[in-house]
């Protein structure tokens, strides 16, 4: 009965190993979703907002509190300016402003460059604007922008290109050079960019999240998507945002108007009060919480036998198991929440033009308590101490 659009697309993987982990009583490394609370400060704004009224439906493209406070921070973080009432709209989480923006730009027929491995919402919501994907692999370990690659992907029916910094699943943060590269193709071919920037304050080390919409000549090509649930630890609570050019983000609240209207408006006006509070030291902290969770699992992959990608950014961790196992991404996945209680996400399906490069590799989560990470790594540890643990 599923349409025929929607077929191919199946029941996310997310869905499908948090499922599996539940049921074999795994310690959950797959769906990215923390197993700890986020601000208090926080949860006490949504509180008020709850008591103070603001439970009917609020302004269709984003509460006067959040559009205000979200403008407020992109100057803050990165020098742009955009009107509040007019360049910023507000979503049902980072997942429906994509929907939306896709939605309302494309028509049938249109192409889409997507880099593999994708965030699986992209070519869905491709599939039902009767948009077509053009793929760029992303190639292990580096999985760098190659200009010839993304050349090559472009056509005169090509509308846009999607781009993810910092990237799920990677952990990779763009260098300038290869966003510069994603800006010429843009402006050659007169393409506009979705940047999806949901990690963009989840960096390590020395990666620096540079927007797409600050270089020479994108802030009128590029729609900004971001959402609070990475930032803030409460990723049930679904607030996402675009930020861009007036007649891109009237195109995505164009459809928005149809998909849900509006946000939830309690947990939205709360969002948009507690926003311009947070201060320097609550995002230096977040960054510091999460280089310790990276360290503790990386160090554990690495002494189990994995070869790591070591994450710039996200909360994500790309793993290869080639000298572990000779079972497909899937397979292996499947066997560790079985046999050992431990669940990461095979990224395969996150590839559509070259499968074959996320057969050998799966995705950890780290946005868990340590303690959580640690009982995952003892677990792998103590099969990989067993004389024989090839699988
Ligand atoms: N984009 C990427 C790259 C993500 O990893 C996620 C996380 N689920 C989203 C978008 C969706 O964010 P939200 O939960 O706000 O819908
Ligand atoms: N973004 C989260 C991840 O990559 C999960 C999102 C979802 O469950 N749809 O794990």
Not at 15 to 20: A, K
Not at 30 to 37: A, I, K, L, R, T
Not at 326 to 352: M, N, Q, T
Not at 361 to 378: G, H, M, P, W, Y
Request: glycine share 6%.
């Amino acid at each position: 009965m599923v349409a025929d659009r929607l077929e191919p697309f199946g029941t996310t993987i997310f869905t499908r190993m948090s499922h599996l982990a539940a049921e074999h009583g795994a310690i959950n490394l797959s769906q990215g979703f923390p197993d700890f609370e986020g601000p208090t400060a926080l949860i006490e704004a949504v509180e008020t907002a709850l008591r103070s009224g603001e439970n009917q439906y609020c302004r269709s493209q984003g509460h006067p509190a959040l559009v205000t406070a979200i403008s407020g921070n992109v100057e803050r973080f990165y020098g742009l300016s955009y009107d509040p009432m007019r360049e910023v709209a507000c979503f049902h989480g980072a997942t429906e402003a994509i929907a939306a923006t896709l939605l309302g730009t494309l028509n049938p027929g249109d192409e889409v460059v997507l880099f593999e491995p994708f965030y699986d919402s992209y070519p869905a919501c491709c599939a039902l604007a009767g948009a077509t994907p053009s793929y760029v692999t992303l190639r292990y370990p580096e999985f760098r922008i190659d200009r010839s690659r993304l050349e090559a992907a472009v056509n005169e029916r090509t509308r846009a290109i999607v781009l993810n910094t910092p990237h799920n699943p990677t952990g990779r943060v763009f260098s300038r050079d290869e966003l510069l590269i994603v800006a010429d193709v843009a402006k050659a071919h007169d393409l506009w960019v979705l940047a999806d920037e949901v990690y963009e304050h989840l960096t390590f080390d020395d990666a620096k999240h540079i927007c797409i919409a600050s270089l020479p000549g994108m802030r009128e090509r590029t729609i900004t998507i971001s959402s609070a649930g990475k930032t803030f630890s409460f990723t049930g609570w679904k607030v996402g945002w675009c930020t861009g050019p007036e007649h891109l983000v009237s195109s995505a609240q164009a459809a928005h108007q149809f998909l849900t209207f509006c946000a939830s408006s309690p947990i939205h006006a709360g969002v948009g009060a507690a926003l311009p509070m947070v201060t320097d030291a609550y995002y230096d902290q977040l960054r510091a919480d999460y280089r310790r969770r990276r360290s503790l699992l990386v160090k554990g992959l690495k002494q189990v036998g994995f070869d790591v990608v070591v994450p710039e950014g996200t909360y994500f961790v790309l793993a290869h198991f080639g000298k572990l196992s000779s079972l497909s991404d899937v397979e292996f996945s499947e066997w560790l929440i079985r046999e050992h209680k431990v669940a990461a996400i095979p990224p395969s399906g996150f590839y559509l033009a070259e499968p074959e490069e996320g057969r050998r590799l799966l995705r950890f989560a780290f946005c868990k308590n340590e303690e959580t990470i640690q009982s995952a790594v003892d677990n792998l540890k103590r099969w990989a101490d067993r004389e024989d643990p090839a699988v």
